[in-house]
Structures are given as C-alpha cells and as structure tokens.
C-alpha cells in the first residue's frame, strides 16, 4: 500500500535508528545461532540440508548487521525521508528479534540433548520437525530480503529515487511477505518459544491474522524446503541462483543483491567499500613480486614415474558408467547445438571455482582475496577467534563421540564419559565462554597426547571430522589464549560451507577479475548453470584425500567417484570448449598422513603401490587427464598440486593468479601441462594402451 509523505508520518512512531538499532541488538545471537547450527552440521553428517541453508541464510543477515552498523549517521535520526522509510519497513522487520531468539531457544534445547542416543538422521528428524525448519528458514528468508531492501533504499541518493525505489512492485511485495510472516508467527500456538519474555513486548505489535494462515502465501510456506533442495538439482530456476531456503521467494536476483558475499573477506569487501560511500566493486591492488613463489614453495614439482596407469584404464571405465545427478549432463542434452562462448577481454576475466563439497573451492577463494588485498583478515581478529575456538572444541568432541561409538578407550579408560560430558556441557552452551576456563583447555591438551584419542583420531574416515581438526586441537594452548589473534592460516583452517553462488571482484596487478564460488553439495548445484556463463578460465579443486572418506550412513557416498565423475563431465562439456582449466589439487600437507593412517592400495587396487605423496598424486593426476576426451582441451589445462592454507611458506593462490595472468605457455615450469602429463603417459604406457 502507497501513501502521501504525511500519512506515513502519522502512522509510524518509530525511527529509523530505532529499527537499526533493533535488528543491532541481536547480532549476537545470529551468531550463536550459526555456531550452533554448524555445531549440529559437524555432529551429524546426515543432517537435512536445511540446516546448510540456515547457516547460510544467518551469514547473510550477519553481513546485513555489519553493513547497519556503519550507517550511524545522526541524518537517519532525523531526516524526514528516512522517517518515510521507517514507517515502510518496520512493520516487516517487526519480528526479526524475536525469530533470532525463538531460533536460538530452539538450537540450545537440541544441542543439551544427548547426542550418543539415536543415530543422526532419526535424531535430526526428530527433534527438529520438518515443518519447524521451514517455519524458521522461510521467515528468515523473507527477513533477509526486508534487510536488504533496507539496506538498498537507504543507499539511494535522493528520496525521490528512495521513494521510486520503495513503490516498486518488487519492493512492495518483498515487505509483504515479511509482514505477512511477521503477523503469521504469532499464530503458532504449538511453539510456544516463538514469544519468550523478552520478546512479547515487539511481538504485540502484529496482529494475528487468521486469514494469513489460509492464504497461498502461508501455505507456500508451508511447503518441504528439504523437498524443495532436493527438487533442486533437477529443474532449474529461470535465474539460475538459488534461494538459500530452496524457494523461490527470493526477489532480490544477484545483480541487485547488496550481500551476495558470504565468505567473510568478501564480506569486509563489500563493507569497506560501503564505509567510502563508493559501489560495490572494489579495487584490490597488490605489488608485482607476489606473483613470484617463495623459497620452499609447496606447489607440484613432477617427476616421470609412470606409477598405476594400468589402473588408470581400468578406473576411468568404471568412471564413465556412473551416474549423476548434477546440472552437466542435462545440460549437454539440451544445448546440443550451442556456440561457444564469447569473452570481452575488456571485460573482469570471469574465474569459475568448481570441485566436490569440502575440496577447497571457499579456501582458494579466500587466498586469491588474500593475494590481492593482504591485510584482509587482520583488521578484525576478534570476528573469527570465538569461532576458531568453537571449531576445536567441535573436532574434540566429534572424535570423542566416535570413540564412544567405534569402542575406542581412552588410556585413562573411565574418563572417556566424564570428558565428553564435560566438552558436551561446556559446546551445547549456545553462549560458550570464550576465553575458556584453564580447567578446559587442560583437559583438551591432556586428550591430544592420550593413545586412545590418537588411535580414534587415525580413523577419522570412518566419520565425520574437519580436515584440520588435528591442526587446531594441537594448537589449542594458543586458540585458547586470552590475547590470542588468529593468523591467516587459522582463518583458512576454519570450514563454512558455501550454500549459495558468490562472486566477488578483485584487481591484481592491473587485470581484474570476477572470482565465483559455487557451494559443493550436490543439492545446491543449481547456481552453477548460470555462473557457468562467460567463464575465462575453471579452477577445479580436487581433494585428494577424497578416497579414505566413504562415509558410512544410509547413504554410503565414495567421495572420489563423485570428484572424478564430476571432473569429468565438466571438463568435456562444450561450454567450456574455450575455456582455460586448471586443476589444483590441494590439501597436499595433509596428505602424508592420510596416506599412513589409510592405505590408498586399498582403494585402487592392491598391485597400485600408492605409497608416497609423490607416487600417489602422480597417479592421481594421470587418472584426472585421462578422463579428458580431446587433445585440445588438454592442451588448455594445466594441472597443479597446493597447499592453501600454510600462508608463512607461500600463498598457493598466487600461482593461479599467475596462470590466470598469463594463459597458454608462460608458466612456471612447475606447473606442468596437462598434454605434458598425458604425453609422458602415453609413451611410457603404450603397450598397454594399444592392447
Ligand atoms: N590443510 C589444508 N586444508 C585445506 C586445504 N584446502 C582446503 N582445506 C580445508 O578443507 C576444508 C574445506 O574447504 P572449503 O574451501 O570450505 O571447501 P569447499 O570446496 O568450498 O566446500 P563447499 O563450500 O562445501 O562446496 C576447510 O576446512 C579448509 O580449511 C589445504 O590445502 N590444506
Ligand atoms: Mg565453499
């Protein structure tokens, strides 16, 4: 509904500062919730996908706070177009506070729960209904689009583009959906948490309004986000970007969305360049010399053993007969008769991050912000070492419960219950002290240097724990120092899992360029047909410990079929017929260990002899190149071998950059060609290839 400037005057006794600093005020408890929700994720790794979806919908109402919290200026108190907009939005941002705190009641009664009781999916199914995640993740969605048409209208130059703005059909319908939810929410008697003490008073503002609850808008609410996320992966949204709760209320589309960005460095990105009162695209500059690789630098350096063709031959058949259900093939299918794509040079050179959930794509990224603009994460230490330290006492308690589970024993054997329960008390705690008491990170040390820990924590692939869970649990005296500033390495140490498309723009030395990040999940695979438009180049991230993680659960996923198969449905997908590949294979550090702790014979066959991280990742590669169809887009790829994260050796992100600046043959010679690879096997491999 429209009104003249006067009417909305008269209706409307709150300011703009007020609304701001209200939604303020629970920042904190957006982030308990996202640490509470991810809590529940590294616990259960069947739990539905909406709680992916949460923690991203959260991150994006986190950047939203951030992006309030600069806009201080007394002229919001006053002037009388932000008056205007105050009446506009409040009624539709009414509800966030209490949502937060319902949401918060909700996450602490699951977490107190018992977690050794039930197996996960039983448990999540359980206790948190269907119809109570999509109650919080759609209201939550349609808050997020309220705060970004806050943000967005509030930006506008003059209040008559504001008002032009505000009148738009999309505006208006974004702000009733939010109000409609807002007045709706009172009316779900059977969760009485929804209205706690502290939350009444902004509640009783909205009226019940019982014929909301019979309205299509209710009932599309109604409906099965889980449903929906797994519909996903099949049919398209005509944008192509997914809404992070799997529904298609979203009215904000990429272009027009201020908080895209949900990894924390492009977060900082899109804020500073708000603070200078600019747009969104910034200018990240760095010096030439960081394009050259440090001494010691970890990247590939090849050999020509020709170690585990013959397996290579047989491997890559059993490859090509799987199935999958991800956007390549209906793709191919449909565009049959596609031209290949057209790049302006002029234009950001457009990099494509792809590759398996939790190969590295988010960390990469993050690198390459690193690269060009280095001070990214040290300005505001104090937003991750909270969360670093959740991260640690998350991997203890995962390889705790693993023993229990698995009939490990601690040395001391009758402390086993007392610790976990002590580290089960102290995480469920949705407000987790931090700094922790001594008493705790004592017990923790204690634990690191106990067998049966240790023993538990070599059979980290029989469940679900963090890839740096030993890096942080070893480290835990200095995470859990009072004066503690996380470094670089801590940060890119840390897991959130992407749930929606993001692209962030950097400059590195004078060529710009448009990095996008795709979440891995096979289920919020949808984004990635439309990202997939006018790709300079795809950065491919393998993991290489992907073969030791054939998870148990009702669904045993083998995560190096899903990489190799998506690798090689990508890689000869004529969209990307010009495009340039590069294909990294990361968590190198890492991999010695995985290859003492789980025999990677076992996986490719006893005759592999995949002994050294050399032999291993040589045949890894040849396994990689020889799933690409044509000579041609072989000569177009390039094969590297990264560590992303040990920043004080050398930032791998720099080398990709150096590709990126550079296509064809000008790279350093540790970088080795895919033809190169492909050639060396050929020749070393020919007999058994002509057979
Ligand atoms: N030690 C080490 N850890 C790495 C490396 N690359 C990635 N990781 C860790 O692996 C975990 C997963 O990495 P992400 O970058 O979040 O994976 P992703 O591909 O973005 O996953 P999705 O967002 O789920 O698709 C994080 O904890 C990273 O810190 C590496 O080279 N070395
Ligand atoms: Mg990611």
Redo the contacts with the bound molecule.
Sequence with gaps: MRGTNSEYYNMDPLTMIQIVGTALSVGDIVVRCITSLTALKSRYHNAPIIV?AMIGQLYMVQSALDQLSVLKSPELQRSPRYQQLASQVHHALGSFAPLMKALEEELDRLNEASPLEMRAKSKMTFMWSEKDMNNFSTFLDRQVNALNLLLQAIQCQTWAQQQDFMDREESQSILQLAQDYSSSIIGLDDRSSFISEDTTGISARFDFDPIILRSKLYQEAERSHLRQAIRAGRSPEPNGIISTNGQCDRKFNEKNNPIELLDEASLRIAQSSLKDGTSQEVQLCSTPDQLSPGPGTPTTAFSTDSAGFGQFTRRSKSIRSMKLNHWWKPFQRRDSNMTVPQFDRKEPQKVL?L????????????GLVLAAQPNVFSDKPELYSHRIWRHAVASVRSILEAMERLGVPLEDKDNIKKVLAEIHQYSSKAAALFPPSDKLVDTIALLWLDKGFKDAYKRRSEYQL???AA?FVSSIRRIAAPEYVPTDEDI????????EVTETPLEYMSSRYTII?????DA?RRGWERASEHIATVVF?I?PTAYSCVLPGDEPIDRMQEQLALFESAVNDRRLSQTDIVVVI?????LEDYLRDNDANNYFGPDSNLDTVDKYTQYLETQLIGLIVSDEARRRTRVMR?????MSQHN?ALDILGILRSPGASISDHKRHAADIFLDFMSSDLGLRMV
Excluded: F, Q
């Design positions: 992916s991050l590759g398996i959930p939790g190969s590295g794509k988010s960390t990469l990224h993050r963090n890839d740096n890096y890119l140490r840390t897991r959130t899992e992407t749930t990040d795709v979440p891995g999940a919020l991230t993991d990361t968590k190198i550090d890492l990264s560590n992303l994260v040990n791998s």
